[in-house]
């Protein structure tokens, strides 16, 4: 049985591997931790006229960046071929490089998201015109099979050094990018391609849930639910499989309220509801009987939903 000074000192260890976690997340230094232990708080004015910095930043960022787009977009028939790889390839290298770099120095660490995002778009557009540009004209599907390919290899290192959730993030854009690709290019249909990237975003989403990556989850949970249930309806639609559509709805619900996870209950609700109005019109289109007992379902398993929940408070979840 655990005493009460084995619990104090696990709770103290786990703060341990907590404050370890945050000096090497933040770059804390030595004198920072020992000697600001009289830092005032700024004031709320002080406050918001950061946020106004930061804001103003990011749109003037934007426009910054809006405007080069368009200034290469109205001169871009004029270049030549060795132009329009250094303005799209050179650029997107180098917004890499300089993410990088920020990353390494903690007074701009926040402009590193931006410029690595900025990169993560650039870099394959400029890899695809230097393949066009330079290429013998081979097929389109393999350049952008390589195109994602590298860009996902490259960001996938990043992350190895830098664990950063933005890179993971680009890392699991290109490699669904190239899974897709890849099993299209082997001409494996189109429902078995969403059926496979939906399950492996879904058990990516599981394994990175409430870690330290797991601001991507959301989207993957999402996206995931929806690629998998409809790769899933596609095969099985039109035959007598075709409720297993509907157990696969139910149980990617069930998994949303096992994570907790609100994109993945609401992926999963909204599918239902989908799978019950394309039944509806396909089989009882002219059946008032149909939408009560729809309704009679419903309050049925709302009952039920409400009895198991008390006997899993009143008698399983009891010591």
Request: glycine share 10%; proline share 3%; aromatic share 12%.
């Amino acid at each position: 049985m655990s005493t009460p000074d084995h619990v104090a000192g696990t709770d103290r260890d786990a703060a341990i591997v907590e404050v370890r976690r945050l000096i090497a997340e933040h770059q804390l230094t030595e004198s920072e931790i020992a000697g600001d232990n009289h830092i005032v708080p700024p004031a709320d004015g002080l406050q918001r006229s950061a946020l106004l910095v930061k804001v103003l930043s990011y749109v003037g960022g934007a426009f910054v960046f809006s405007g080069i787009a368009a200034f290469v977009a109205l001169q871009w028939e004029s270049m030549n071929s060795f132009s329009r790889v250094v303005i799209s390839l050179g650029s997107g290298l180098a917004l890499f490089v300089l993410g990088l770099l920020a990353l390494n120095d903690r007074r701009f660490v926040q402009a590193a998201t931006p410029l690595l995002l900025a990169a993560a778009a650039l870099e394959p557009l400029g890899m695809l015109v230097a393949l066009h540009e330079f290429g013998g004209g081979g097929d389109e599907q393999v350049a952008a099979l390589v195109t994602a390919g590298t860009v996902g290899v490259q960001y996938l290192l990043a992350f190895a050094q830098f664990r950063r959730t933005t890179m993971l993030l680009v890392v699991v854009l290109f490699a669904s990018a190239f899974w897709g690709l890849l099993l299209d290019l082997w001409d494996v249909d189109e429902s078995l391609i969403a059926l496979t990237s939906g399950l492996a975003w879904l058990l990516l989403g599981l394994q990175l849930h409430r870690k330290r990556h797991d601001a991507i989850t959301p989207p993957l949970f999402f996206f995931g639910c929806w690629a998998f249930l409809f790769g899933l309806f596609d095969l099985v639609q039109g035959s007598f499989l075709e409720l297993v559509f509907l157990a696969g709805a139910i149980g990617t619900s069930y998994l949303g309220v096992w994570a907790r996870s609100r994109a993945l209950n609401f992926a999963s609700t909204i599918a239902i509801l989908a799978y019950t109005a394309y039944f509806t019109g396909e089989y009882f289109a002219d059946s008032i009987g149909w939408p009560i007992a729809l309704i009679v379902i419903g309050l049925l398993m709302i009952g039920i939903s409400a009895v198991a929940w008390r006997i899993d408070q009143r008698y399983i979840r009891q010591p």
